[in-house]
Every structure is written in C-alpha cells, then in structure tokens.
C-alpha cells in the first residue's frame, strides 16, 4: 500500500473557533485606550480542511481503507458505512451515518487496524495518536440560540479506546471542538496517549490485531463523521513511518483462510455422508427381513449415491477453488516465492478434496455391496 502520498510542506490553514455569539478583540494604539472590536467569525472565514505536513501521515489520498471497519454491533452504535469522500475538497474517511438509531445517547465508530499499517513491530512502538475529526450536517435539525432548523453539525467532541497487551480494556483521553455553525465542520485535532506505556499498558510485537477505536458523541444533528491525518507517534515524539503487511504477504493470508473453509466444507459433507452411511448400514441389518423396508431402503441408498455424486456443494467447492487459484495467479506479482507458497497451499487443499472424494466413493461402493446382498436374500 501506498499511504505516503501527501503534500508535504503545505500550510495549515487557520480554522475559526466558531461561536454562536460574537467575540471581543481588544488592541491597543501607542498607550490609547483600549478599542473593542466585535467581529463574528464565521460570517468571516468559512471552515477550511487541514492539510498534512507531516510525510507519515496517513490522508486517504490513495483512497485505501482497509484498516478501517465501523463498529455498528453495540446498542449505542450509529449505524453507517466507511468509503474515503472528499469534504471541502480534501479526500478523507467517511463515515455515512443511516441515522437510523436516534440521536440521543448514539456514538459514532470507527476502528483502526494499526498492525495493518505498522505491521507488529511498529504498532509496539506506539505511544501516542493523533488525527483531525470533521462532521457535515445532513439535514437543517440543529437548534441554536439564535435559530431554529439550521443545516450545521453543532459542537463535536469524543473519545477512544483499546485493548492492550495485558488484554484490558484502555481509554484514551476526550477531547471536543467548538460549536459549528456551516454545514462542515472544521478540524477538531484529537490527541490519543498511552499514558500508562511504562506499565506495559500499550500494543506489544505479540498481538496480531492492535486496533483502537475512535468514537464520536453529542451528536446534536444528522451529520456525517469524516477523520483524516492519522499520524502515529513513538515514546520520543517521532512519527512512524507506514509499513503495511505487504500485498504478497495479504494474498497468501486470504488464501490460507479460503483454504481451510473449502476444507471445512468438505470435512462437513464426510461427516454427513458418514452419519447417513451408518444409520443406512444399521437399517439394513435390522430391516433385511422384511421386503417392503428392504426396498424402502434400496431406494433410500440410490437417492443417497445419487446426492452425492450431484452435491452441490462440492461443486461449489471445485468451482471456488478454481477461481480463487485464477485470481491469486493473476494477483501476485511481489516475489516468486510468495507466490509459491501460495500456490503450495492450493496444491495441498487440492490433495485433501482428492482424498475427501475418494472417501465419498468408498462409501458409495460400500452402500452399493450392501444394497446387492440384500438383494440376493
């Protein structure tokens, strides 16, 4: 993945701490009297994006997210879906709110996979996190002092939270913004610290998901939460570089998970095609005797050789196992050895599907010895 493409060295634009009311601006002029000035500073600057300066920030530039997941499972979680949109010009992840859990109490999520993006080694060394939240308005619900029906976010503030090495669960600090009055927000610059790094209370090189959450709440309008430069920082302040799981290293984990549920599959249909094997052997024996069970039975094993030979999920298997080795072959490209590793481990799901259908074809011939003697009875 490519996270660095950012415009290093722009300038961070100012952003007005907007109010409902107006602010005082006092100066004074060679020991004259003091001058106040009422200005409101929204009619007079607009919010405008923070750009990033820093070269490891991550911008959603790329248009990559897949780091990121929405937490929707809890009783307080908006419901929504992640995409990388633009806001005010600026590429950012998005998340579009179906505002269909009610305002009161709702807290927006969004979690971040940071071994996806620092690997193991790099989420260890992480001490502190810091990213810039936005929010659009997408209906005109909010209530001011001054107006009633306004199309505006209103005050944006939350928190976060992991778990960490010691498996427990970690809060990071609130933080809030001002109260917005445009239809976008502008920046709330958040800060996430592990302020308990030196008891071990941080990400270790052994967890294979160290993952954090950011969460929004007080969410006083329908409206969107967008975040953008994530930049992760180490115990001296400096930031991390991105190094992702390579996209070689990514393909050989898909496979691996395909794999074992092809198996999974399979071991699933032996385990059905044994059960009704033996139920079928231990009819028979009772049942040998008496004609009209004998033919019921016959029949039985037919239909049963019969589903087997057609089993749909076997099929479905065969056919999964085929595109999946057409995609990976013609997906890899890092290194050779990558891709043969992966193409090892289709090799060796191949041979399981091979020794799983031999012994769906012994039972098949085993019920058909069955059924001819006792049919010579």
């Given amino acids: 993945m490519n996270y660095r493409n ?16 107006c602010s005082d601006k006092k100066g004074s002029d060679s020991g004259s009297d003091t001058v106040t000035v009422e200005t409101t500073t929204e009619e007079l600057v607009p919010p405008t994006p923070t750009e990033a300066t820093d070269p490891n920030a991550i911008t959603f ?28 010009g600026n590429k950012m992840l998005k998340f579009t709110d179906d505002n269909t859990i009610p305002l009161e109490g709702k807290v927006q999520k969004i979690g ?3 071994t996806k ?8 060394r992480v001490r502190r996190i810091e990213f810039d939240m936005y929010a659009e308005a997408t209906a005109d619900h909010l209530k001011t002092d001054d107006a009633e029906g306004v199309r ?27 109260e917005y009055n ?56 400096n930031s991390i570089p991105i190094s992702p799981v390579s996209d070689a290293e990514t393909l050989k984990n898909k496979a691996e998970e395909t794999i074992e549920d092809i198996k999974a599959d399979i071991e699933k249909k032996k385990d059905e095609l044994k059960s009704k094997y033996e139920e079928a052997v231990e009819n028979a024996e009772t049942a040998v005797t008496d ?17 087997v030979k057609n089993s749909e999920e076997f099929e479905k298997a065969e056919e999964k196992m085929k595109a999946f080795e057409e995609k990976l072959k013609e997906s890899i490209s890092n290194t050779s050895e990558a ?34 003697k006792m049919e010579d009875r």
């Fill in 112 to 114: 971040i996979s940071v």
């Fill in 182 to 237: 445009f239809e976008a927000s502008g920046a709330v610059h958040a800060q996430f610290k592990f302020l308990l790094a030196d008891s071990g209370q941080c990400w270790s090189e052994d967890m294979d998901d160290a993952n954090f959450l950011i969460m929004r709440w007080g969410i006083a309008n329908e409206s969107d939460m967008y975040i953008d430069n994530i930049i992760f920082y180490d115990e001296n302040g």
């Fill in 291 to 307: 004609p009209q069970v004998r033919e019921e039975l016959k029949a039985e094993y037919e239909k049963l050789m019969e589903d």
């Fill in 152 to 178: 505006a976010p209103g005050w944006i503030g939350g928190g976060g939270g992991t778990v960490t090495a010691q498996e427990k669960w970690y809060d990071f600090q609130e933080f809030s913004g001002g």
């Fill in 117 to 124: 993006l620092l690997g193991s080694e790099g989420a260890a």
């Fill in 6 to 21: 950012f415009i290093a060295g722009a300038m961070a634009f100012a952003l007005a701490a907007c109010a409902a009311g």
């Fill in 61 to 88: 530039d790329d248009g990559k997210f897949d780091f990121a997941f929405a937490k929707t499972e809890d009783k307080d979680c908006a419901k929504g879906e992640l995409s990388v949109a633009e806001l005010m």
């Fill in 339 to 372: 891709e043969q590793q992966i193409i090892d481990q289709i090799e060796k799901a191949k041979e399981e599907a091979t020794k799983v259908n031999a012994d769906v074809q012994e039972a098949i011939d085993g019920a058909s010895v069955i059924i001819g």
